[in-house]
C-alpha cells in the first residue's frame, strides 16, 4: 500500500488494500496456465467476495487455512476430500493467517473495518494512534479462539520462530513489527521499524528474523532474542520490498518489488544483491516448494512468475503465466506439489483453483 497524505485518500486507502493490491495497466498478455500445469479443478469457497489474501497450509493434517478478506472470514478447507470443512466468520477483515501444527495454533491478522477504523489506520500511518488491529489465536482442533493480542494499525503478514518460541507481525501501515510470546499468548513488544513493513519472515539457519521496509526500499534483519534492529540493508533497483520468502538452507532471501515488478535475490548476512529478474505486474506473495526447488510469485495481476532454484543464489526463471483474476497469493503442497490460489470472484462465486505442475 501506498503513503499518501491527504487523510481521504488515506482512509481509502486502508478501507480498500490488503497485501499492497494497486491498480495498474500493461499490454502484455501472458501465456494461460495450461502451459506449464494441469487444472485440477475449482473448489467452492462461498459467495464472491472483493477480495482473498494469505493462506497457510498444514501439512501434517492436510489441511487450508484462508483469509476470505472481504467477507471477514477465515476459512479451513480440507485438501484431501477438496472440500471447504469450515467457515469462521464475524471478523471486521482478516488478512494474515498463519498455521503452526507443533503449537495447533492459527494466528490471524485481523485490521478493522468500516469509517472508524479506516480513521485509524490514517492516523496511524501519520504516527497519531497505535492502531485498532488485533491478532485473533485460535485453536487448530475447534477453532475456538484462545486469545486475542493487540496488532497495531493494520497487521498483515506472519512468521513464527519456532527456536524462540514467538510469533512476529507485519504492521505494515503502523510501520512496526509485533512480537507475541506463543506461551503466554499476548503481546511481548512493538519493534520500530522506521517505515512501512512487507512480509516478514523468519530464518531458521540462522536464527534471526527479516522484513522489507517499503517505503524506505531496505531490507531489516532483527535479533529475536531481544528484538532490536541489528542491521538496515539497501535494495537498489527494487522499489517498494513487499514480498519475501527464504531459500531452503538460508542465508539466501527473495524479495518482491511491488512498483517496479522485480524480483531481488540477496544475501542474507551481507545485504548484497546477487541477482535481479522482472515479475508479473504488481508482485505480492511468494511461495516455496523445496523439494522441487522451484520459487513462485503470485502478482495481483494475476500473473504466476516460477524460478528454479536449486542455485539459490541465481534463480532462472522457467516462465510466467495468467492464472485468475488477482491471483496475488498462494501456497504450495510441498508433498503432492499442488498450487492453491484462492479467487475472490469466479463467475459469481469465490473459489480455490488446484494447479499441478508438468515439470
Do not use: W
Request: charged share 20%.
Amino acid at each position: 500500500m501506498r503513503r499518501v497524505l491527504p487523510i481521504v485518500i488515506l482512509i481509502s486507502a486502508a478501507i480498500a488494500g490488503g497485501c499492497a493490491a494497486q491498480e495498474r495497466t500493461g499490454t502484455e498478455v501472458p501465456a494461460s496456465f495450461d502451459r506449464l500445469f494441469d487444472h485440477l479443478g475449482d473448489f467452492p469457497l462461498g459467495p464472491a467476495t472483493s477480495r482473498t489474501d494469505y493462506l497457510s497450509l498444514d501439512p501434517t493434517t492436510q489441511q487450508l487455512y484462508i483469509a476470505k478478506m472481504g467477507a471477514g472470514e477465515l476459512l479451513r478447507f480440507d485438501l484431501a476430500a477438496d472440500k471447504l470443512v469450515a467457515q469462521l466468520e464475524g471478523f471486521p477483515k482478516v488478512t494474515g493467517v498463519l498455521v503452526v501444527p507443533d503449537l495447533h495454533r492459527i494466528y490471524a491478522s485481523v485490521p478493522g473495518a468500516g469509517l472508524l477504523p479506516s480513521l485509524s489506520v490514517a492516523l496511524g500511518m501519520a504516527g497519531l494512534s497505535s492502531g485498532r488491529g488485533a491478532i485473533a489465536i485460535l485453536d487448530t482442533g475447534d477453532l475456538h479462539e484462545v486469545a486475542r493480542a493487540p496488532g497495531g494499525v493494520f497487521p498483515d503478514g506472519i512468521a513464527y520462530d519456532s527456536k524462540h518460541r514467538k510469533v512476529f507481525v507485519s504492521d505494515e501501515l503502523g510501520a512496526g513489527i509485533l512480537v507475541i510470546d506463543v506461551d503466554a499468548d499476548r503481546l511481548l513488544a512493538r519493534i520500530a521499524a522506521g517505515g512501512e513493513v512487507g512480509n516478514v519472515q523468519y530464518d531458521p539457519t540462522s536464527e534471526l528474523v527479516y522484513a522489507p521496509i517499503q517505503s524506505r526500499n531496505e531490507l531489516a534483519t532483527i535479533e529475536p532474542t531481544d528484538h532490536r534492529v541489528l542491521d538496515r540493508h539497501v535494495l537498489p533497483g527494487c522499489r517498494h520490498p513487499h514480498g519475501l520468502a527464504i531459500a531452503p538452507g538460508g542465508e539466501i532471501g527473495y524479495v518482491a518489488c511491488d512498483r517496479n515488478d522485480r524480483l531481488l535475490t540477496v544475501a542474507l548476512a551481507s545485504g548484497k544483491v546477487l541477482d535481479q529478474k522482472p515479475l508479473g505486474r504488481d508482485p505480492d506473495v511468494l511461495a516455496i516448494d523445496p523439494a522441487a526447488a522451484r520459487l513462485y510469485v503470485a502478482s495481483e495481476s494475476g500473473q504466476l512468475s516460477i524460478f528454479d532454484i536449486r542455485n539459490a543464489a541465481a534463480p532462472v526463471s522457467l516462465g510466467d503465466v495468467f492464472v485468475g483474476k488477482n491471483a496475488h497469493s498462494l501456497a504450495v503442497d510441498p508433498t503432492s506439489h499442488r498450487l492453491y490460489f484462492p479467487l475472490a470472484d469466479e463467475d459469481g462465486k469465490s473459489v480455490l483453483r488446484v494447479l499441478s505442475p508438468r515439470f
